[in-house]
């Protein structure tokens, strides 16, 4: 009514770098910062059972987050992710055996692994579907054999050894410390991505995925961008890899095989494809489901399921097995995975009690 004072009403963006934001509103920028603040607690309050789960979903997350960005973001495929994992692994445990401080290994192991990882992306700027994703199958085949034949670089049938992270002359030990140095990698790959996707390459990389036709019509440089993915797949995949090393401080070729990069496809599909934050959430899923099967049997035991599905004897089958069937569900029941869920549940509250 005219001379009355009305409430505002809709979404007032009125400059791209609104539209842009990280945090959409000031309350869930403060969230986030009080999560990172709580979460530098956790040496303090768990064991070092959870401890160490926290570390590894911190470690695979950078990787996944890298694979997030071939799949989820360019729409191409990649089921050999787990071999730049390995390069990563033993790039990092290489520089760190020949006098280069472990700080520095790290990005350099980030760097090298997106070399090779560029090589291996030449194929995506003629493939695509199936063709594409037998390409990769055949890239994590031929750095298998790579680190089972290169005893100059891997140890061969020896395990690589790796030096423990220091910085500044001081010696990480134990997983109270090196916590703080994964939350740290993990805090700026995860801001790098964030930015990355804000910024004129992201948004290519998002209109390959799209349409690729339209996206070439509009003066995006396929071959650029889809060989340009494959390359930061693998650098996070490096960097994640080198965290991996220097936290166990023994590097073999045995935990980079096919069933791994299964294991980070099924992070980013129950995360959500494209969804940064879900990359994170699917992680943290995958890496506590294997747990939660072993807990589930510690409960089960003596049962008549026990009995029935011989728990004990065939927990690592049963494992396996969940794994499969809960990306089928997730791939019928929920595709757009975890993110997608968590912003439902989000705006019910927010909208609440006028949701529907």
């Not at 445990?93 to 980030?110: E, K």
């Amino acid at each position: 009514m005219a001379g009355q004072n009305l409430l505002p009403a809709g979404d007032y963006r009125t400059t791209y770098a609104a539209d842009t934001t990280i945090f959409p509103t000031t309350t869930s920028r403060n969230m986030m910062i009080l999560g990172i603040v709580l979460i530098c607690f956790a040496p303090y309050v768990l064991n070092e059972y959870s401890l160490s789960l926290l570390i590894q979903i911190g470690i695979f997350s950078i990787a996944a987050l890298g694979l997030n960005i071939v799949v989820g973001f360019t729409g191409q495929i990649s089921i050999g992710h787990a071999a730049f994992f390995g390069f990563g692994a033993f790039t990092s445990a290489y520089l760190s055996n020949h006098h280069v401080p472990v700080f520095f290994c790290i990005p350099l192991a980030g760097v090298v692994t997106a070399l090779v990882g560029l090589i291996f992306g030449l194929p995506a700027a003629r493939l695509k579907g199936l063709y594409l994703a037998i390409a990769t199958l055949a890239a994590q085949f031929i750095l298998l054999d790579f680190f089972s034949r290169a005893e100059w670089f891997t140890g061969g049938s020896v395990p690589a050894m790796a030096e423990p992270f220091s910085i500044f002359g001081k010696t990480v030990r134990g997983d109270n410390q090196y916590f703080y140095v994964v939350l740290a990698y993990v805090i700026v790959c995860y801001l790098l991505v964030t930015n990355l996707m804000r910024t004129r390459d992201g948004r290519a990389l998002i209109a390959v995925r799209d349409h690729y036709l339209s996206a070439e019509i509009m003066g995006i440089n396929l071959t650029k961008y889809r060989t340009l993915s494959f390359g930061l797949a693998a650098f996070f995949a490096g960097v994640g890899g080198a965290l991996y090393a220097h936290y166990n401080q023994v590097v073999s070729n045995e935990g980079f095989g096919i069933d791994r990069s299964i294991i980070f496809l099924a992070m980013i599909i129950i995360g959500g494809l494209g969804s940064i934050m879900g990359t994170l959430m699917g992680t943290a899923f995958m890496v506590l489901l294997p747990e939660s099967m072993e807990w589930l049997s510690a409960a089960l035991s003596g049962s008549a399921i026990d009995h029935a599905l011989g728990l004990k004897t065939n927990i690592s089958f049963l494992r396996e097995m969940s794994i499969g069937i809960i990306i089928i569900i997730f791939l019928i029941f929920e595709p757009d995975g975890l993110a997608h869920r968590w912003r439902q549940i989000k705006a019910y509250w927010k909208l609440y009690p006028f949701s529907h």
